[in-house]
């Protein structure tokens, strides 16, 4: 059976030597001459285009000017331009646009689907995590101020291993699932969560599958089983926290109310006897823990709580003056919601917990906002053992933390998380940098130099330029990993610059002898529609909302209930990490621009927005704010036929609104030229 | 030409990247009668009147010393069941007297009586029926079905949900598409209000004026193609052509107005409580009557820990008379032969009694060992009996069948190799069955 534990041997030791591409050492390569000098703008075109005539293919004309701004904008802030009186040289417009804050936005959705990033727990219960926000909101901010893809990195991977921590960025592997079905062994799902941060540290990091590994030596690529448990070994000791992650401005308030708070609480818990029960309560739990089978309410009770409050069993088996805040709070009020488990419901009801569950609620509205993050601290020494066919219950020998056996050596005697971090940095490296250079360009031309841009290994595709793609990423490492610096050289290339249209000769555009056409990702869709018709509320970060006219990425997203458009445009659920979106073209895409009340509300506001005047002038209003561009003589007429028509019926604003509509559902809206 | 670069995975192209069927179909379509939670085997469709000599006490250490179960110890009292079974039809097949309808049905069934999954509780049960794997991400076996058979319905989606009760516990990941194209994810219809997210109209749009858009943004879309030369276009053209035939076909389906008193009295159509799941049913035959490959009806939660007594009872009679009504209807009008009916849940229940709360009844836990499931229909060999457990119920002794090995029949009676139905996805060819499953022959005609 393909399960069978493989013997460890050979498989790793050969193709740790092996010529694969990809973990060859990086160094520079010399860009090639070409002939038409004249349209090179930097190194990366060199290499575009002494391939394009080395096949006898001449490069696409420069895009035109409406074309490259609504390109540029989309791809660097994900939101279409609007129409202004002044042109702004392309090179003035960019740097522009690399300063906004939606830059951040724009470029932390993809890191974000890596993490698989959402606000609820998935599983069953797919609970709301009200924290969730916090390390995405570090990230669009860390994006913004260009902090280094080195630090930016080595923060989110052992942020709390630094000298001077930072715990919030460690919230990367807080994207986990968290299973509180009742019955669950706590255990397995733990694993299943260190399961999760190894693939996804893999897959982010290196563009590697490990996961085949886990049950049995991976068939393909230099990833033994032994090194897969060796890179789960890093992560196997930390511990899940929540920690206090003010943002700035809400301390000082807080402080001030925190203390009126707290005795409040107490007060209120003290008048409905809460502590003297809880006290009695935590001391039965654990005499079920020791002796199952006796009490079945209790027995229930205890695995409910090992499982619906993450840590819940630890915390019970701590002492009250060893809790920190959050545990003490976690634990009271889940004793609070679920006592009457344990209670004949007579008595539960007589003691009247609702109403005190309603005046803490309201109690902690009087609560200042105060912002805390869900991390990943420390390391328990928890052994690491590799497991038969992957299986928690089946641990075979202990196996210490180390690097894949492919890869350059870590060279440390006991490495922790920060090592394993910071070995991704070091200069001999040969994955890091072309991972996020490919990775990058992938969304400025809708496919990467790799195509797979998830996978490295043997399985994935050959780069179709080997050499810019080193080039790129030496690039990259010697301006000190600036990601606004890799940006703004590939924007400013002829290659991006060049037009999208009219080629047909070579579909997969392998060469880049043209630009892609690229649709839009769910996200700026729905926020271009919003933004087109000045509806969008721009404001940057924060906690997700519930509804209302923010950014689509600040929709709280479950992973078992996404919004239906979200699902309808491929964004996804966020249970595995993800570098390369799916792009469909469904019936239902079309039903949903149809027939949303978003995108019609949307066309509403459009037409109100349009100036006096006659048909044409609007029309052309019209398609400067939604395309960005001047309608044709074609497309006057065709509008103008279907105004008159629907005119005597509907009355102005109805006419025009179903022609903004009409244009919110082109192909032209959806894409990127 | 299989093209997903750049421009994008166009509808039409993900048309085109259809595998092949292997060989001849016996089946051309499927309803899966989902029943999420875990239905009572014992109470239901597998008697075990060995357990009333051990009813109160703990089952022998032999029979029970490698069970892994949910919430019980294997030392738990077992139960025997209340209910009793009766033979059925030509065929014999016992089935316990709150299946009063199903039982008549007996003969049309192939009846599967040790079957196993790898998975204990709810969220990974699912997902092993469901995709094959315990975890979530992998495409659902109503997706697999879709890439293997293609779109047939000019009007409606290929792969359709139903839900009634309880959803099941991990949800959408049901009829998930996974790695494979969006397009091929189950679409799920409310069988109240809009059937599907963003079908009605918005106010003020009449049928003409929605075709009066539609021809516009299709005119402008054939513009834009003159100048690009690009086939997503067409590809969104013809999707707008779907979406506007959908508008209309979804409400016509929901109609029932053509429906005789008696077919509708047959589902319990307006009766209670059989109401809402009838309505289900006879949606599923009007679906694969106009073209839905994959229809998958859900009714839960059969998750009877507690009170097993009463929910169990509620649950037969809301479904029994619907579902007996779908197989004799189906059969009625010939399409029995070529679509294939399946029923059943993530697992079953233990023999043995479980009682969490002091008050209220008794229930079962959740069992992966042994529990039975029923196919009917094209290319299934009609009442026939397949796998035996053993006199408690612990253990299938007879023909066991594993999740995998349904998957792999499922296919092959639409006409798949379930080896060769296959997706490359990260550097791997996945399927829907793992690296496992076999063929039940004993299932085939």
């Known amino acids: ?346 008595e539960s009801e007589r003691l009247g917990w609702e109403a005190l569950t309603k005046q803490l609620r309201a109690l902690d509205k009087e609560l200042p906002p105060w912002s805390e993050a869900l991390v990943l601290r420390g390391d328990a020494g928890r052994a690491s053992h590799l497991m038969e066919r992957g299986d928690f219950r089946s641990p075979g020998r202990v196996v210490k933390p180390g690097t894949l056996s492919a890869l350059p050596a870590l060279g440390v005697a006991e490495p922790r998380r920060l090592d394993l971090a910071r070995w991704l940095f070091r200069r001999d490296h040969p ?243 | 030409m299989l093209r997903r670069a750049a421009a994008g995975f166009g509808w039409l192209a993900a048309q085109r990247l259809l595998a092949q069927p292997h060989f001849p179909a016996k089946a051309e379509r499927v309803i899966f009668l989902y029943m999420p939670g875990g239905p009572s085997q014992v109470d239901l469709l597998d008697p075990k009147p060995e357990l009333r000599k051990w009813h109160g006490q703990a089952l022998p250490a032999s029979a029970t010393k490698d069970l892994k179960l949910a919430f019980i110890k294997p030392t738990a009292r077992a139960m025997a069941s209340p209910r009793t079974f009766a033979r059925h039809g030509e065929s014999g097949i016992e089935v316990s007297d709150w299946l009063p309808h199903l039982a008549r049905q007996a003969d049309k069934m192939c009846l599967l009586r040790a079957m196993h999954t790898e998975a204990f509780n709810h969220d990974p049960g699912e997902m092993m029926l469901m995709s094959g794997h315990i975890q979530f991400g992998r495409p659902s076996l109503g997706s697999w079905v879709q890439y293997g058979l293609g779109e047939a319905a000019k009007n409606l989606p290929g792969f359709v949900v139903l839900t009634s009760g309880q959803a099941p516990s991990a949800g959408s990941n049901n009829w998930a598409s996974g790695f494979l194209p969006s397009s091929f994810q189950g679409t799920p219809f409310q069988s109240t209000g809009e059937p599907i997210p963003f079908l009605g109209s918005p106010s003020g749009y009449d049928r003409a004026l929605q075709r009066e858009r539609i021809d516009l943004v299709s005119a402008l879309n054939r513009h834009r193609l003159a100048a690009t030369g690009d086939a997503e276009i067409e590809s969104r053209i013809a999707s707008y052509e779907m979406a506007f035939r959908m508008q209309s076909a979804a409400p016509e389906l929901l109609d029932f107005s053509k429906e005789s008193a008696a077919t509708l009295a047959a589902y319990g159509v307006n009766q209670q409580p059989t109401h809402s799941y009838a309505v289900n049913c006879l949606l599923a035959r009007r679906m694969v009557e106009r073209g839905v490959h994959f229809v998958l009806v859900s009714h839960g939660s059969w998750d009877d820990h507690n009170d097993l007594e009463k929910n169990l009872q509620k649950n037969c009679l809301i479904t029994d008379q619907p579902a007996a009504a779908l197989l004799a209807d189906l059969a009625a009008r010939g399409l029995l032969d070529s679509t294939l009916v399946i029923w059943g849940g993530e697992f079953g229940r233990t023999p043995m009694v479980q009682h969490q709360r002091s008050d209220q009844g008794y229930g079962r836990d959740h069992h992966p060992n042994a529990f039975s499931m029923w196919m009917a229909g094209g290319g299934v060999r009609a009442g026939h009996l397949v796998g035996r457990s053993d006199d408690f119920g612990l253990q299938g002794v007879e023909d066991r069948v594993g999740v995998h090995d349904l998957q792999a029949t499922i296919l092959h009676l639409l006409g798949f190799d379930h080896l060769r139905l296959t997706y490359s996805h990260q550097g791997r060819n996945f399927r829907l069955t793992d690296v496992h499953g076999e063929v039940v022959k004993k299932v085939l005609v």
């Not at chain 1, 939101?79 to 470029?107: C, D, I, N, V, Y």
């Not at chain 1, 009200?130 to 260009?146: L, Q, S």
């Not at chain 1, 001391?283 to 009770?301: F, S």
Request: glycine letters at 6%; hydrophobic letters at 40%.
């Open chain 1, 431 to 673: 994955l890091t940098a072309r991972v996020v250079v490919n990775r990058v360009w992938q969304q400025y031309f809708g496919r990467g130099l790799v195509k797979t841009s998830e996978n490295f290994g043997t399985q994935g595709e050959r780069p179709t330029h080997p050499e810019l793609l080193d080039w790129l990423a030496v690039e990259f490492i010697d301006s000190g990993w600036q990601m606004k610096h890799l940006h703004r050289l590939i924007v400013s290339s002829a290659t991006y610059r060049q037009a999208s249209l009219g080629r047909t000769e070579d579909r997969e555009n392998a060469l880049l002898a043209r630009q892609n056409r690229v649709r839009l990702q769910a996200e700026w869709i729905r926020d271009s529609a919003l933004f087109v018709a000045g509806l969008l509320d721009q404001s940057v970060g924060g906690r997700s909302v519930a509804g209302g006219h923010r950014r689509t990425m600040y929709l709280r997203k479950f992973r078992n209930k996404p919004a239906a458009f979200l699902t309808n445009f491929d964004a996804p659920p966020g249970y595995a990490p993800v570098c390369r979106r799916v792009v469909s073209n469904t019936p239902l895409q079309a039903l949903n621009l149809l027939n949303d009340p978003v995108f019609q509300e949307a066309a509403v506001a459009l037409a109100r927005r349009l100036p006096d005047g006659d048909f044409e002038t609007r029309l052309r209003r019209l398609y400067g704010f939604v395309l960005a561009r001047d309608a044709s003589a074609d497309e006057v007429r065709l509008m103008s036929e279907t105004y008159e028509r629907r005119r005597g019926q509907l009355n102005e604003e109805s006419a025009w609104a179903l022609l903004a509509s009409a244009l919110l559902n082109t192909d032209e809206f959806l894409t990127r030229e």
């Open chain 1, 1 to 346: 059976m393909l399960r069978t534990l493989f013997i460890f041997s050979a498989i790793g030791t050969v193709l740790a030597q092996s010529d694969h591409w990809s973990v060859q050492p990086l160094q520079r390569p010399t860009p090639p001459a070409v002939r038409r000098a004249g349209w090179v703008r930097n190194p990366i075109d060199q290499f575009i285009l002494a391939r394009l005539e080395k096949e006898g293919i001449s490069p696409s004309a420069e895009a035109d000017r409406a074309t490259l701004r609504r390109r540029l904008h989309l791809d660097l802030i994900g939101l279409p331009p609007q129409p202004s009186a002044t042109a702004m040289p392309f090179e003035k417009e960019l740097e522009r646009l690399l300063a906004s804050e939606h830059f951040g936005e724009k470029w932390a959705l993809p890191w974000l689907d890596l993490a698989h990033y959402a606000d609820s727990d998935g599983y069953r219960s797919d609970a709301f995590r009200p924290n969730a926000w916090r390390w995405r909101h570090w990230v669009i901010e860390a994006i913004n101020r260009d902090l280094p893809f080195d630090r930016f990195s080595i923060e989110q991977i052992a942020g709390d291993q630094l000298p001077r921590p930072n715990l919030v960025a460690t919230g990367f592997f807080r994207n986990t699932l968290t299973n509180r079905e009742g019955g669950t062994d706590p255990e397995q799902f733990r694993v299943e969560a260190v399961m999760d941060r190894t693939a996804t540290f893999s897959t982010a990091w290196l563009a590697l599958t490990t996961n085949c590994a886990q049950c049995h030596d991976h068939k393909y690529d230099p990833i033994t089983q032994e090194d897969y448990f060796r890179l789960y070994a890093f992560f196997n000791g930390a511990e899940e926290r929540t920690v206090d992650a003010p943002l700035p401005g809400e301390l000082g308030a807080w402080l001030e109310a925190r203390s009126v708070y707290v005795a409040k609480r107490e007060a209120l818990l003290g008048r409905y006897g809460v502590p003297e029960r809880q006290d009695i309560w935590e001391k039965e739990i654990l005499r079920t823990a020791g002796e199952p089978g006796v009490r079945l309410d209790w027995d229930h009770a205890f695995d409910d709580l090992r499982t619906a409050l993450p840590g819940g069993e630890q915390i019970v088996r701590t002492t009250l003056a060893q809790r920190d805040r959050w545990q003490q709070k976690d634990l009271t009020d889940y004793f609070i919601a679920n006592y009457n488990r344990v209670l004949p419901k007579e």
